[in-house]
């Protein structure tokens, strides 16, 4: 899912929680990643002209939770927001702000309007015993074309990926373990190995990488 995953623990087999836990990460990779051309998620943006695709189990139980989360907030969680990412080009951004040099323009207000028609997580739909299809938006809007939507799990497979390496962990004898998938997304379960409570550091954005606003 392009970044890094972190396991601290205690109790139980050490290297075999961490072995099985590896599979389960690299098993949703497989499945979520839009960093894979072969994933299910990039299958399904690819797919979107024809009639679907049938996706596995978990990946289905993920894009019912996530249409859900869409639902209840009225779209603050949107799992189409690829369209939105890709028109702000957030890592050349950062990229720039790293090296000093002049920021890449904000795109336009009919760039962004014309991703915004593209991000409607209405265009993602159940079709079938776990078949999915994503509809097609407007052609354009004010000469400028829309994109294509693009589904992006970005926002839940993290921590449905920390959630399930915590439970897996539990499962095969650790009695305290905290995982953290991407530093946004952290699971934990009992304590520390001197009984003290996990903690988790929240970063100050306005400092450097290491900079702690609060715990």
Do not use: Q
């Not at 028109?87 to 002049?102: I, L, Q, S």
């Amino acid at each position: 899912m392009g970044t890094r995953v972190d396991i601290i623990g205690w109790g139980g087999d050490g290297m075999a929680i961490v072995n099985a836990i590896v599979e389960v990460v690299a098993r949703h990779e497989d499945l979520w990643s839009v960093f894979r051309v072969s994933s299910e998620v990039s299958r399904l943006n690819a797919a979107m002209a024809g009639p679907g695709l049938v996706v596995s189990e978990e990946t289905d139980r993920l894009l019912r939770d996530a249409l859900a989360l869409a639902e209840v907030t009225g779209g603050t969680f949107n799992p189409l927001i690829g369209p939105l990412v890709a028109a702000w080009d957030t890592k050349a951004m950062r990229a720039a702000y790293v090296a000093g040099v002049p920021l890449p323009p904000a795109p336009s207000e009919r760039v962004v309007e014309a991703a915004l028609r593209a991000s409607s997580w209405g265009l993602l739909s159940s079709v079938g015993e776990r078949r999915w299809a994503m509809g097609a938006p407007a052609e354009s809007v004010g000469g400028v074309d829309v994109p294509s939507p693009r589904l992006d799990l970005g926002g839940i497979a993290k921590g449905y990926t920390a959630d399930a390496c915590r439970d897996l962990a539990v499962a095969l004898g650790a009695r305290g373990v905290l995982v953290s998938v991407g530093t946004s997304s952290v699971s934990v379960f009992g304590t520390r190995a001197d009984g003290s409570s996990w903690r988790a550091g929240l970063r100050d954005p306005h400092g450097g990488p290491t900079s702690v606003a609060g715990v």
